[in-house]
């Protein structure tokens, strides 16, 4: 069975992940030693502090650096390339390639705010949404247990709805977090079916370390191996 963490920080000094290569690869081989076959890297865009452009020349250079420190490394993941996209109004004026740019696997990976603005899912997510899918890809939501803290649940399984697509749920709402409404609301989603991938959102190895293994076991032991095998691309 392969393995798939669809989203981390894993590569160096681009975002609020990994500090530096020697970080990168060690979440790496953490990440090998729990099973994983293929890693998605996923460092934040922000299109309101940070132009496409500046953010595609450093996600190389970030990437290349990595690559060359794991020449000399066995039996890592392979690697792809994506982002983690916060969902701003600026997005919309983004080009059907800039989104190419952006996307992995014909997939975006959406990161909503954390401050609900009013009407938002009407005047700013369907919007983009609709853009988006115009062009072909598919959205998937990151985290989306995570906005309940910030809005009611009714509001994100409209926004769930309108991205008609499987979200990604993180590692640490089941064996990081205490049980509240994010860890609540996750295993809600997980029963329902809402998510189709995991990830670690992973960005060092000290707080926010990789722990696939362990939700790995998690799910297997609360829900069922089918559960956990709906979170792997096939």
């Known amino acids: 069975m392969k393995r798939t963490d669809f989203h981390t920080h894993i590569l160096p000094n681009i975002d609020d992940g990994a500090a530096d290569v020697a970080e990168s690869v060690c979440m790496l081989k953490k990440l090998a030693a729990d099973g994983v076959d293929t890693v998605y890297l996923t460092p934040h865009y ?3 502090k940070q132009s496409y452009d500046n953010f595609i020349s450093g996600r190389e250079i970030a990437y290349n650096r990595l690559v060359s420190a794991l020449e000399t490394e066995q039996d890592m993941p392979t690697l792809v390339l994506g982002a983690e996209v916060r969902a701003f109004d600026e997005l919309t004026d ?4 800039e989104w190419r740019g952006v996307s992995a696997n014909n997939t975006i990976l959406l990161e909503l705010p954390y401050i609900p603005a009013p009407n938002m899912v009407a005047e700013h997510f369907l919007p ?3 853009q988006i899918q115009g062009y072909g ?3 998937c939501l990151a985290h989306i247990e995570r906005y309940i803290a910030y809005a009611e649940p009714d509001i994100l399984r409209e926004i769930i709805s309108a991205a008609a697509y499987p979200a990604q749920l993180n590692c640490e709402s089941l064996v990081a977090n205490p049980i509240d409404k994010s860890r609540l609301f996750a295993e809600e989603c997980l029963k329902d079916g809402v998510y189709g991938f995991l990830g670690t959102d992973s960005h060092n190895t000290h707080t926010r370390m990789p722990r696939f293994a362990d939700t790995e076991k998690y799910i297997r032991r609360h829900f ?3 559960d956990f ?5 096939r």
């Open 224 to 226: 069922s191996d089918a």
């Open 94 to 97: 983004l080009s059907k390639d």
């Open 46 to 48: 922000r299109a309101d």
């Open 137 to 139: 890809f598919n959205i």
């Open 229 to 233: 095998l709906s979170l792997m691309p």
């Open 128 to 130: 983009l949404f609709s």
